[in-house]
T-cell receptor
Framework: SQTIHQWPATLVQPVGSPLSLECTVE??????LYWYRQAAGRGLQLLFY??????ISSEVPQNLSASRPQDRQFILSSKKLLLSDSGFYLC???????????FGPGTRLLVL | AQSVTQLGSHVSVSEGALVLLRCNYS??????LFWYVQYPNQGLQLLLK??????LVKGINGFEAEFKKSETSFHLTKPSAHMSDAAEYFC?????????????FGQGTTLQVKP
C-alpha cells in the first residue's frame, strides 16, 4: 500500500533562517506531488506541484521554492523565512492518471 | 476557472441530529468533486468523491453526498451526528485526471457536535 511521510512534524524557526521540509511517498511510482499551505483560519493554498523529477510548477509568487530530486521525494525550501511563512504545510500525492490526492500528516511551522 | 464555495464556515449540530454541509462549485468542464475531513493537527483524509458515475456517493463514517448538476452543488450529509464527527471539512473540485490534477478547495467548514 502507499504511504506518505512528512518531516519534521513541528518546527520553530527564527525570522531570516533557512527552511527545508521533506516529503516522501512509498509504494507508488511517478506520482504527481503537491505542496499546500494552510494558514490559521484559512483554507488550503496550493504552492507547488510536480509531474516528474526536476519539474516544478509554482502557483503563487512567494518566499519559498520546491525541488524534486528523486521520483518520490519533494522538498520545500526557503533561504530566509518571513513571519508570514508560518502555517501548516501539507504534502500530497496523486497516482498518474488517477483523480484522487492523498495527503501527508503535515508540518506545523512557526516563524518567530 | 474552477471555484468552490462552502456556505457556512461554522456549523453546529446536536449529537444524533442531521449533518448538512453545503458546497457549490463552478467548472467549465465536467468536474470531479471531493470531500475531505481534517482533524486537529492532522492531514486531510478523503471522505468521498464523485467522478461522473453515480450521482449519490457514499463515503466513510456514514457520510454521503449528492452531485446535482442543475444546482452545481455537492452537499455532504450524515443522518445522525456523532461526537467524533467534530472536525473541519473541505470540499474540492478537480479538472479531472488530467496531467496536473490540481484541486481547488473551498474555505472549509468547521463542524461542532454538541452533546
Amino acid at each position: 500500500s502507499q504511504t506518505i511521510h512528512q518531516w519534521p512534524a513541528t518546527l520553530v524557526q527564527p525570522v531570516g533562517s533557512p527552511l527545508s521540509l521533506e516529503c516522501t511517498v512509498e509504494g507508488t511510482s511517478n506520482p504527481n506531488l503537491y505542496w499546500y499551505r494552510q494558514a490559521a483560519g484559512r483554507g488550503l493554498q496550493l504552492l507547488f506541484y510536480s509531474v516528474g523529477i526536476g519539474q516544478i510548477s509554482s502557483e503563487v509568487p512567494q518566499n519559498l521554492s520546491a525541488s524534486r530530486p528523486q521520483d518520490r521525494q519533494f522538498i520545500l525550501s526557503s533561504k530566509k523565512l518571513l513571519l508570514s511563512d508560518s502555517g501548516f504545510y501539507l504534502c500530497a500525492w496523486r497516482g498518474r492518471g488517477r483523480e484522487t490526492q492523498y495527503f501527508g500528516p503535515g508540518t506545523r511551522l512557526l516563524v518567530l | 476557472a474552477q471555484s468552490v464555495t462552502q456556505l457556512g464556515s461554522h456549523v453546529s449540530v446536536s449529537e444524533g441530529a442531521l449533518v448538512l454541509l453545503r458546497c457549490n462549485y463552478s467548472s467549465s468542464v465536467p468536474p470531479y468533486l471531493f470531500w475531505y475531513v481534517q482533524y486537529p493537527n492532522q492531514g486531510l483524509q478523503l471522505l468521498l468523491k464523485y467522478t461522473s458515475a453515480a450521482t449519490l456517493v457514499k463515503g466513510i463514517n456514514g457520510f454521503e453526498a449528492e452531485f446535482k448538476k442543475s444546482e452545481t452543488s455537492f452537499h455532504l450529509t450524515k443522518p445522525s451526528a456523532h461526537m467524533s464527527d467534530a472536525a473541519e471539512y473541505f470540499c474540492a473540485v478537480s479538472e479531472g485526471s488530467g496531467n496536473t490534477g490540481k484541486l481547488i478547495f473551498g474555505q472549509g467548514t468547521t463542524l461542532q457536535v454538541k452533546p
